[in-house]
């Protein structure tokens, strides 16, 4: 036992595995847990890597590269945070804004370019140019009106608060207004009028991000009026049947995990029950944004986007929603949900908006039952500037050497979203560091697994931004905190230091420490033979 030879003989053998899954799978996976263990330990008895650890590994030319996972951490860039009101606010962003902002902080080499825009909005990037059409931000209107038919119909969907507040600011995320009955847009004063048919509004007045962080100083805001009797109604000029929802872009947006976090999910929450009947009108439009997702929006609207900042319209609806109401990270809670909405539901909307196979077909390694040679799929996500897999190789080779055909995307290439997801839904697991690309398990089918590798450090944030998604999504999660042998940390800091010795001082130190020194200067070496444990947790989820 050990001699490699023997190793490589076994391993075949362990083919088997995957196809012992009628019978007795269980006692299957339990042997050849043991005997993978033991396997692997004496093929690797130095541990990996152990003359050359701390060395960078060019991956490009020792893998095949297929796709990109396109975004897993595109930035915004910085310009979009100056020109925001309010410089001077403080603003507590949580750990994920926090990612994000150290994310935004990393110079970009050769990811997708990123350039500065002189309106202070995010570019759009390279990347983005598959398929998905265009939002038009134009604002064609007759048509709509007409389009939006049944005008003689009266609209029903909107049922005023009890206390007939028009803004909701109690929410510690995200602050919300719904006018019911008579609302007008005016997009270049960022200013939406309610005009109540009773008498008993006092000309009140609010200003609310309209995104789903409400505490983001760089997000534009929207004026909400309440007009009071002796106070004119602006004149419409274009008039709609159905219901709009205003929101914002920008903010932490352009990083893949905000994307979902911030708006998609939100925008679900707020816009889904409408059944695509709804008018979309964005301000700090970020055209990349619609571009990128129109395969999403588009299943939330059946109208042209409105670019509200540019905006020359009095546009009026019968029903007008400012703001994006948010539950969590990545999160829906069904019980604040008046449609029930879960995030399950949020990731078979998203297969469907895509074309993603139904709910019932299984993962495709249980899909294809009949093929004998059919290996589980991992998609292996390498990371572009921080928290990278330095021994990538030794790593697609260890997954391979357990079993798996290895799927490894790096964030250089480029690929529509489109094609991507399609790439993830072909995949049984998904694996990589903790960081946005993993955001694309949502594309994974039911009974999916997330292998999620934990860099040294920052184990309290692991579950809430990806653990508890996975699951909610119905998703398997794994979790694998790697020691401090695997985290280049150690050589830079030495076994002494806090850093090493005592992660919970510099947690207790604040936010930036944090994602200065474990967040971006950390990359990865993993022990496959320490990790074999936690991936027979996936194949048995997988199995
Ligand atoms: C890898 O992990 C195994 C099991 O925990 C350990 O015995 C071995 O020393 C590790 N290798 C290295 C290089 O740290
Ligand atoms: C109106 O309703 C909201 C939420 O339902 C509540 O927070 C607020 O206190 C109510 N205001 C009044 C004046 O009752
Ligand atoms: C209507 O609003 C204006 C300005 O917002 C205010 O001066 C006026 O007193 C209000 N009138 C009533 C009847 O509330
Ligand atoms: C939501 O769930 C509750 C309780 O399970 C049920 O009474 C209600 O009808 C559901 N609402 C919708 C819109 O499905
Ligand atoms: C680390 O600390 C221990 C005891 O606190 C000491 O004996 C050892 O020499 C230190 N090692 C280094 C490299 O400073």
Same mark, same amino acid.
């Given at each position: 036992m050990g001699s490699p030879k023997a190793a490589r003989s076994k391993a075949s053998q362990l083919g088997g595995i995957w196809r012992r #899954? @009628? /019978? *007795?799978p269980f006692a299957a996976l339990l042997v050849a847990a043991v005997l993978v263990l033991v396997l692997f330990t004496g093929r690797f008895p130095q541990g990996p890597d152990a003359s050359s650890r701390f060395t960078p590994v060019h991956v490009d030319d020792s893998t095949p590269r297929t796709v990109s996972s396109t975004d897993q951490d595109l930035e915004t860039s910085d310009s979009s945070k100056q020109e925001g009101e309010g410089g001077d606010q403080k603003i507590e962003l949580d750990e994920s804004s926090m990612e994000a902002m150290e994310e935004q902080k990393q110079p970009r080499e050769d990811t997708p370019e990123t350039k500065p825009a002189s309106q202070g909005t995010t570019p759009a990037n390279s990347d983005l140019d598959g398929k998905g059409g265009t939002a038009s931000t134009t604002a064609p209107d007759q048509e709509e009106s007409s389009e939006a038919g049944s005008g003689s119909a009266p609209y029903t969907k909107c049922t005023p608060p009890p206390n007939s %507040? @028009?803004?909701?600011?109690? !929410?510690s995320r995200f602050d919300i207004c719904e006018l019911c009955g008579d609302a007008r847009t005016i997009g270049q004063s960022s200013t939406v009028m309610y005009v109540p048919h009773t008498e008993t509004s006092d000309g009140e007045e609010w200003s609310i991000r309209a995104q789903s962080r409400k505490n983001i100083p760089w997000v534009k805001k929207v004026t909400v009026k309440s007009l009071n009797t002796s106070q004119p109604a602006p004149k419409c000029t274009s008039k709609h049947a159905m219901p709009a929802i205003v929101f914002a872009l920008g903010g932490l947006t352009a990083n893949v995990w905000h994307d979902f976090s911030d708006v998609l999910v939100p925008l679900f929450l707020t816009a889904r029950q409408f059944d695509r009947d709804v008018q979309l009108l964005i301000t700090n439009n970020q055209p990349w944004f619609s571009k990128k997702y129109m395969t999403i929006l588009s299943k939330l609207t059946r109208y042209d986007i409105i670019d509200f900042d540019s905006d020359d319209q009095v546009r009026c609806y019968p029903h007008v929603i400012v703001g994006l109401r948010s539950h969590g990270d990545l999160g829906i809670y069904p019980n604040l949900s008046p449609q029930n909405y879960t995030m399950m539901d949020f990731r078979l909307f998203v297969r469907e908006a895509y074309g993603l196979p139904a709910a019932k077909v299984a993962i495709p390694y249980k899909a294809d039952r009949d093929d004998p040679d059919k290996k589980p799929r991992i998609m292996l996500i390498d990371r572009g500037k921080t928290r990278r897999f330095i021994n990538a190789p030794y790593i697609v080779q260890g997954l391979e050497w357990f079993g798996f055909e290895v799927v490894k995307v790096d964030p250089k290439m480029d690929s529509s979203l489109d094609e991507f997801a399609r790439l993830v839904d072909s995949c049984d697991a998904i694996m990589g *560091?903790? /960081? *946005? /690309?993993? %955001? !694309?398990? @949502?594309?994974? #089918?039911?009974g999916g697994v997330v292998v999620h590798i934990v860099p040294y450090g920052i184990e309290f944030m692991a579950d809430g931004f990806y653990g508890k998604p996975a699951r909610d999504m119905g998703l398997g999660h794994v979790k694998y905190g790697i020691s401090p042998e695997e985290s280049t940390l150690l050589e830079k800091y030495g076994w002494n230091h806090t850093v090493i010795k005592d992660p919970e001082t510099i947690r207790s130190s604040g936010w930036d420490k944090v994602g200065e020194v474990y967040m971006t200067k950390q990359d990865i070496v993993l022990n496959m033979t320490r990790f074999g444990p936690v991936l027979l947790k996936a194949i048995d989820f997988i199995m």
């Open positions: #899954r @009628v /019978g *007795a %507040t @028009v803004c909701d600011l109690s !929410n *560091a903790h /960081g *946005a /690309g993993l %955001t !694309n398990m @949502v594309f994974l #089918r039911s």
